[in-house]
């Protein structure tokens, strides 16, 4: 790839990150019984790039939508390329405009026996209704994109990560079926928390190991072995979702019991600390704080979840608030030196007299503790 575009990109806001094939392929595969008779939109998907709007074109049928709509952003900076991805022209000259696609049929449009994307680019190049200009730039956010948000059923999408909480605000605030990838820290924003609280958004079934290839003109800082020619390496993205998956319905099997020694309580929280998911106790039935990877195996007939430890006390959890003089003490007794040892951030264990902060941890309780 060419340094000016590497350039290019390094100005622009680093929203181009494409979604592979391969992994909309494994994460869809769960979902497959929701789309019949669906309006399916993604709103962030230039046609001719994006992999979603490949996806559920080429499934069209065998998933049996009723429509799929496509609409894109003329702000992307390498808007307009064809069906294959290439950033070409991604500096010099971009050609800009936002269009939307609509699809209700995909059939053998050329007569060669198969229903393939050789009939979506006919169909694309042939059907003057498939294709139209937007007026207003294919922002998700603008009138004409909410008109066609209105019309959708189900909306699927890697959206901008720049804009993610204005995305999903949008989704929940129009009561849109979803599943769109995120980096997966956004599910403890103040935003999106409260939803997962009250089980409206929920995580898929993710990336390989957590991390994600992304076809993208941003410079790569992969290790040399998790490096792919052309690809950005992201950790910590997921899919988020509100739509049944049965993973959800999986019980953590729980296996270990509790002892007061090896689950500390906070000084500060009502509740014992867990440092690992698995080692969850099974018979404790109080306020557990755990980490936030415990969400991917979160089922809501098993657990529910309170809050989580942070500095506001959003969820009215914490016992107690530490005073600034109280921090101060706390860091010099932990390091021997000046400073503030932000206590009230997170859930305080308190190891040989010493005040130790845990990292983020959420806060369950088990619906069904074993009693025996
Ligand atoms: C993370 S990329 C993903 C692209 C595509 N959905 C995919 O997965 O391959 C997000 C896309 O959203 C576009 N975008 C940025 N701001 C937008 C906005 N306000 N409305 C709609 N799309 C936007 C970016 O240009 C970029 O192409």
Not at 14 to 38: C, G, P, S, V
Not at 60 to 68: A, S
Not at 146 to 161: C, G, R, S
Not at 271 to 276: F, H, Q, S, Y
């Amino acid at each position: 790839m060419a340094n000016k575009n590497l350039n290019a990109a390094k100005t622009a806001k680093k929203d181009e990150f494409y979604t592979q094939m391969a992994d909309i392929e494994r994460e869809l595969q769960h979902y497959w019984q929701h789309f019949a008779n669906k309006v399916v939109l993604c709103n962030c998907d230039d046609p001719y790039e994006s992999n979603f709007f490949k996806y559920f074109a080429l499934n069209f049928n065998q998933l049996g939508l009723k429509k799929l709509i496509c609409t894109c952003f003329d702000g992307s900076p390498v808007q307009g390329n064809e069906l294959l991805l290439d950033f070409g022209d991604f500096s010099d000259d971009p050609k800009k405009v936002a269009y939307k696609v609509e699809i209700t049929e995909v059939r053998d449009l050329n007569g060669d026996g198969a229903v393939d994307l050789a009939d979506v680019q006919y169909l694309l190049k042939n059907d003057k209704n498939a294709i139209s200009l937007l007026k207003q730039h294919g922002d998700f956010r603008s009138a004409e994109c909410i008109e066609l948000l209105k019309q959708a059923d189900i909306v699927v999408t890697n959206p901008p990560f720049s804009l993610f909480r204005e995305y999903i605000g949008q989704l929940m605030q129009y009561e849109k079926k979803f599943l769109i990838v995120g980096n997966q820290g956004a599910i403890i924003y103040k935003e999106i928390f409260p939803c997962v609280i009250n089980n409206k958004i929920w995580l898929g079934y993710g990336f390989k190991g957590g991390a994600a290839h992304f076809v993208s003109p941003y410079e790569d800082n992969a290790t040399a072995s998790d490096h792919k020619e052309g690809m950005i390496r992201v950790s910590g993205v997921h899919w988020f979702t509100n739509l049944e998956i049965p993973k959800r319905n999986d019980p953590i099997d729980l296996i270990n019991k509790y002892t007061s020694e090896e689950y500390p309580t906070y000084d500060n929280y009502d509740a014992i600390n867990v440092d690992k998911t698995q080692d969850i106790p099974c018979d404790y039935p109080g306020v557990m704080g755990v980490p936030i990877t415990f969400l991917d195996k979160y089922n809501p007939e098993q657990f529910e979840i309170l809050g989580m430890c942070e500095n506001m006390d959003l969820y009215h959890l914490k016992t107690k608030m530490y005073t600034t003089e109280e921090c101060r003490a706390a860091y010099f007794k932990k390091f021997g030196k000046k400073g503030t040892y932000d206590l009230n951030a997170s859930g305080v264990i308190i190891k040989n007299g010493i005040k130790e902060k845990v990292y983020s941890r959420i806060l369950i309780r088990n619906k069904h503790p074993q009693t025996l």
